[in-house]
């Protein structure tokens, strides 16, 4: 079966300092991972996604995040916050059918000016 | 493009009553997806279709729970008889079958409240 953690469920940065949303997940085989974020009131929306073609994916507004299979991680990070970037934040594993997407609880970035 | 469109968006109902919320997918989709999201639980897959076909349900939480997809651009989700603990954002998504993992696009929710 797969899964991902997301360690932390809330992560405050200050606007300009690095963010960093930390994810580790499990797949008994290859995965595809993927990183969402959600907006008040809105539904989720692809950020990047990493399917083997490398482990550096970048994303919109910014973002990017590197698959470590050493370490079964795929972090993202982005080296200044903005104010804009307050959201929540997704981590998610489908098989490599892609057909079930399984996806993390969840970690809310507050942005402080 | 339009996206994935879902109505009502909100709704408020009595405990008791049924509820239907409604989806349209992106146009040539061939997936589509039904999760709820809670605070307790996060965001949870209820039921997926390939071609208008359920492949997996199992995320269904109970018999009141049932999902329909009578043609490729529209679904449904009912719940009968509602309860309060079904109070939550329905989200409905769809995607495309790619060889390189799927991008799911979610539409912007239905909110349920029941009371």
């Known amino acids: 079966a797969q899964s991902v953690t997301q360690l932390g469920s809330h992560v405050s940065v200050s606007e300009g300092a690095l963010v960093l949303l930390r994810c580790n997940y499990s797949s008994s085989v290859p995965p595809y991972l993927f990183w969402y974020v959600q907006y008040p009131n809105q539904g989720l929306q692809l950020l990047l996604k990493?399917?083997?073609?490398?482990?550096l994916v970048k994303g919109i507004n910014g973002f990017e995040a590197e698959f470590k299979k050493s370490e079964t991680s795929f972090h993202l990070t982005k080296p200044s916050a903005h104010m804009s970037d307050a959201a929540e934040y997704f981590c998610a594993v489908s098989d490599t059918g892609g057909f079930k997407t399984i996806f993390g609880a969840g970690t809310r970035l507050f942005v402080k000016a | 493009d339009a996206g994935v469109i879902q109505s009502p968006r909100h709704e408020v109902t009595e405990m008791g009553q049924e509820v239907t919320l409604r989806c349209k997918p992106i146009s040539g989709h061939d997936y589509l997806f039904w999760y709820r999201q809670t605070m307790m639980r996060g965001l949870e897959l209820l039921i997926y279709f390939n071609n208008n076909v359920p492949i997996d349900d199992s995320g269904m939480p109970e018999d009141r729970f049932s999902a329909k997809m009578p043609n490729a651009s529209f679904s449904t989700l009912k719940i009968q008889p509602s309860e309060p603990r079904d109070s939550a954002v329905y989200f409905c998504a769809s995607s495309l079958r790619v060889s390189s993992g799927n991008t799911i696009y979610f539409g912007e929710g239905s909110w349920l409240t029941v009371v």
């Open positions: 990493y399917t083997s073609a490398a482990t």
